[in-house]
């Protein structure tokens, strides 16, 4: 059966399952103020607040910089 | 009230939570993933009731709420381990069944939304995209979207050889174990296979180079603009987000009429957000796709373009002016 031509142009994205992202996240959603905290941060900042290149990446890091409005996971 | 519609790993709303808290705006941030622990009921006997109870706070939407901003609602398994979820065919209905609860919440009174998701819905559409663009007075380049091979060839035949191809919808590929991205990509017209071009419709475009890259946030009547720098001219490719390092980002001014035209194109299709991607080439901009629900927590964290800022005026406005 053929493929989609376009399919040979994809790439892989760093995603492994998505279940295993949330078993090792170094990140924890803080319900308490409703945004996501480094666990591995002493001070447990928020995300957000890491320097750009250490914090929550989008998933895609490795081969864009950029987004995709269907990924809904993006800085995993 | 805002209402944001997300889950807990789109950290970019953050942006949005921190700046409520520090102006003090009133928030109700819906996690997709909770819904199977909240409870949430409609009611429209007598008058319309729209009940949510998160974390232990039971709230009347209709009452409460001012804004919605319909950001990035998930599946409710999205992140649950697999042996709590249930079959494929059973996650698939009970996600059916919340998002339509979900679009439900268009029955509240007087209430702004960003976006509303039949406009964002029918925006996803690249070819309506593109015909509304070419309406509004963008260029656009030269267009053609077919699953046929020959059709390709006949519509660029005397042209340059060298087109782009992209897909019409969704280029990620979700795989049990790995997901897929497929990027725009740069094809010669020999390239084409004509079995494989005629399993779907793909996008196939003219080329457009040499070209600076811009992404647009649109925000209401704010237009937030960044020009892509590569930084080895070299490395410049059709799709820029392939580019592992030679990538970086620049806030810029871009010329009046195109950002009243990036405002009108965003109002004009029913949305109050939009990430807009253009490129100049030969010194004429070019549209070439809107994405209403794009992302920008990349842009904000590093080069503090102030997307949360002014997400956050308008929702202020919005509960200012109904309170």
């Known amino acids: 059966m053929k493929k989609p031509f376009l399919i040979k142009f994809a790439k892989n994205c760093v995603s492994p399952k998505r279940v295993d992202i949330k078993l090792d996240y170094e990140y924890e959603y803080d319900d308490s103020v409703d945004m996501v905290r480094s666990i591995s941060d002493p001070a447990k900042s928020l995300a957000i607040d890491i320097a750009a290149n250490t914090g929550p990446m989008t998933k895609k890091a490795d081969i864009e910089k950029g987004e995709d409005n269907k990924d809904r996971m993006m800085w995993a | ?323």
């Open chain 2, 1 to 323: 009230m805002l209402l944001i519609l997300s889950n807990k790993w789109d950290v970019s709303v953050d942006f949005v939570v921190k700046e409520c808290r520090r102006r003090k705006l009133p928030y109700l941030r819906l996690n997709t993933e909770d819904l199977l622990n909240e409870h949430a009921s409609i009611s429209v006997d007598e008058e319309l009731k729209v009940i949510l109870t998160i974390k232990g706070c039971e709230y009347d939407l209709n009452s409460t709420i001012t804004s919605i901003w319909c950001r990035r609602p998930g599946k409710v398994y999205e992140f649950s381990i697999d042996n709590e979820k249930p079959t494929e065919a059973v996650q698939k209905f009970v996600h059916e069944q919340w998002i339509i609860w979900l679009e439900a919440l268009s029955l509240l009174n007087n209430v702004y939304w960003m976006n509303e998701p039949s406009a964002s819905a029918r925006m996803e559409n690249k070819a309506i995209q593109l015909d509304h663009a070419r309406k509004a007075g963008f260029s656009i380049p030269r267009t053609i979207i077919t699953n046929s091979a020959d059709k390709v060839r006949e519509y660029f035949s005397g042209e340059q050889r060298k087109i782009v191809a992209k897909a019409l919808y969704s280029p990620l590929i979700e795989e049990p174990d790995q997901d897929y991205f497929i990027f725009t990509t740069s094809i010669e017209l020999e390239d084409l296979v004509d079995s494989e071009v005629a399993v779907c419709p793909s996008i196939f475009q003219e080329c457009l180079y040499p070209k600076r890259d811009f992404r647009v946030t649109v925000i209401e009547n704010k237009v937030l603009a960044v020009e892509v720098k590569l930084d080895t001219p070299e490395a410049s490719d059709v799709d820029w987000r392939k580019l592992e390092s030679a990538v970086s980002y620049e806030k810029v001014a871009l010329p009046s009429g195109m950002v009243d035209l990036c405002a009108n194109y965003v109002k004009a299709a029913g949305l109050s957000f939009g990430a807009i991607d253009l490129v100049e080439c030969k010194g004429t901009y070019y549209f070439l796709e809107i994405n209403p629900s794009g992302e920008w927590g990349w842009l904000q964290k590093q080069i503090g373009l102030p997307v949360a800022e002014s997400l956050c005026n308008v929702f202020e406005e919005n509960i200012r002016s109904k309170v």
